[in-house]
């Protein structure tokens, strides 16, 4: 604000002090009204950006005048020059206090211009398209913008501005899609808008609202921009009707899942026990002739789903003859690192002299989970990650170090993993290996998410997802896009092999 108030008054010195014995031509045009000053010059009418025009032409004094002495001609000519400008210029004060306005010069006109690019009131529809635009600012963790720069950024807003100008009431989707236009350009599928009652479809999902279910864990794939089935419960309803691990989900209940995210979607298959989901998925099949696709149409009664993020268990390796521990972790939540302490308790107590962890389908789930499990297997100060983000040009780091209490940093790990680990089940991966106290194995990289996002509500109830941060491994690596190479590669095992087979000869 002082900032512009001291625009302003360099601006109204340019007015009365250089140009007192000018006239003017002075326009202002906004979004929703137009205010018009008469002049000699005439009136240029401009659309949707406040414009002033500084005029100068040449007073002569002609023989009529001449009749009047010198002095109270200029006096005269000066009452009458200045008053426009103090008027105009007190109009663009008024505007300065009324809104957040950003004023400039234009350079390339042969005369000066004051551009002041935002309207003194926005309509419903405007200013959620600004709402969201400031949400994702303060937050996204690359003051870049995907290369547009603060200024090209600006302008993708002004244009979603100008979009949606004349739409009603009625037009939400047309202003959903100018918004989703707006942050396509950041080039970023985790940031995005969530609609009204998407938004409150995903906080009941979040509270538990609804318990019944279908038995998948979902993730998005951004190569597709789709979301992917990474995994499917045992004995749970999608599981029984055929759907398997890897399959895309295109519509449920008739409704296009094309462009949404994953929490959209896992609130979609939410719903009471007993009720009926009809899920229309993509099959990718890899053959003799290369990968073929077949869609499917599927009907699934809901259940309640047990999920027990830990399972532990024991089996005999056949090469060494010696006992180990094994723990399947389905998904990261915020019970999880204690479920690991009592699984390692159970297997220790039962003989294990090593530890398997399978989290081969663990697409993650609440990311400080991934960092406190790393820290159960870790000494004092060993680096786990460190969350970067860049904004206002500045680079931040927040880096997360193990605690060493009650780790135990000697018994052999072993973590098993594929193309559907993800997100904190990634964290706690490369934690574990960069730190060399895991071998990873797998048949392929993992599937690579380096990003955290945060939900936030905006005034009319919907809200937006924004990503605020990226993460470096302990030795610096951004792993998102790319995935984790296994320290072994395995050859024969399938997603539904159990770990023992998979892990025959290694363990």
């Excluded at 993992?446 to 990003?451: E, I, L, Q, S, V």
Aim: glycine share 10%; proline share 3%; with cysteine.
């Amino acid at each position: 604000m002082i900032f512009r108030l001291l625009t302003f008054a360099t601006y109204f010195l340019l007015f009365v002090i250089n140009n007192s014995s000018n006239s003017y031509a002075f326009t202002t045009t906004n979004y929703n009204r137009r205010h018009t000053f008469p002049s000699k010059n005439g009136i240029t009418n401009t659309r949707r950006s406040h414009i002033i025009r500084m005029g100068r032409k040449k007073a002569f004094l002609h023989n009529d005048k001449k009749e009047k002495g010198i002095f109270e001609y200029l006096l005269d000519h000066a009452q009458r020059s200045v008053a426009p400008s103090f008027g105009a210029a007190l109009m663009l004060f008024s505007t300065i206090l009324i809104a957040p306005v950003d004023i400039g010069i234009d350079n390339n006109s042969p005369i000066p211009i004051i551009k002041v690019s935002k309207a003194a009131a926005l309509t419903e529809n405007q200013q959620q398209v600004s709402d969201v635009w400031s949400a994702v600012s303060a937050q996204y963790f690359d003051s870049t913008y995907n290369g547009l720069g603060e200024k090209g950024w600006r302008e993708k807003r002004n244009e979603a501005v100008d979009v949606v100008l004349d739409l009603g009431p009625d037009d939400k989707e047309e202003v959903t899609k100018a918004i989703q236009s707006m942050l396509g350009s950041l080039g970023d599928p985790y940031t995005r808008f969530l609609p009204k009652e998407k938004f409150e479809l995903i906080t009941n999902y979040a509270r538990g609202s609804v318990r019944g279910g279908v038995g998948v864990q979902l993730l998005l794939d951004p190569r597709e921009n789709k979301v992917m089935i990474m995994g499917v419960s045992e004995g749970g309803p999608a599981k029984l009707a055929g759907i398997t691990q890897g399959d895309i989900i295109l519509q449920i209940d008739g409704e296009s899942m094309e462009g949404e995210s994953a929490e959209c979607v896992a609130a979609k298959l939410k719903g009471e026990s007993g009720s009926k989901a009809s899920i229309k998925v993509r099959h990718n099949q890899l053959g003799e002739e290369g990968q073929t696709s077949t869609t499917e149409l599927y009907t699934v009664t809901r259940s309640i789903i047990k999920v027990n993020p830990v399972e532990a268990s024991t089996f005999v390796s056949e090469d060494t003859n010696t006992k180990i521990g094994l723990l399947k972790l389905a998904s990261f939540s915020k019970e999880t690192t204690g479920q690991i302490v009592d699984a390692i308790r159970l297997v220790k107590s039962n003989g294990a002299e090593s530890i398997v962890i399978d989290l081969r389908g663990n697409v993650g789930g609440y990311m400080p989970a991934g960092v406190d499990a790393a820290s159960l297997f870790l000494p004092a100060k060993a680096h786990i990650i460190a969350e970067v983000n860049n904004r206002a040009g500045t680079a931040y780091f927040k880096g997360y170090d193990a605690d060493g209490i009650g780790a135990d940093t000697s018994i052999p790990v072993v973590l098993l993993v594929d193309s559907r680990t993800a997100s904190a089940a990634e964290i706690f991966t490369a934690a574990l290996q960069d730190n060399k106290r895991a071998v990873v194995v797998g048949t392929s990289k993992t599937f690579g998410k380096g990003r955290i996002q945060n939900v936030q509500s905006l005034q009319d109830g919907s809200g937006v997802a924004v990503t605020r941060a990226r993460y470096l491994t302990p030795k610096g690596r951004d792993i998102h896009g790319i995935g984790i190479t296994p320290n072994k590669e395995l050859q024969n095992c399938k997603a539904d092999d159990t770990a023992m087979n998979c892990l025959s000869g290694i363990v």
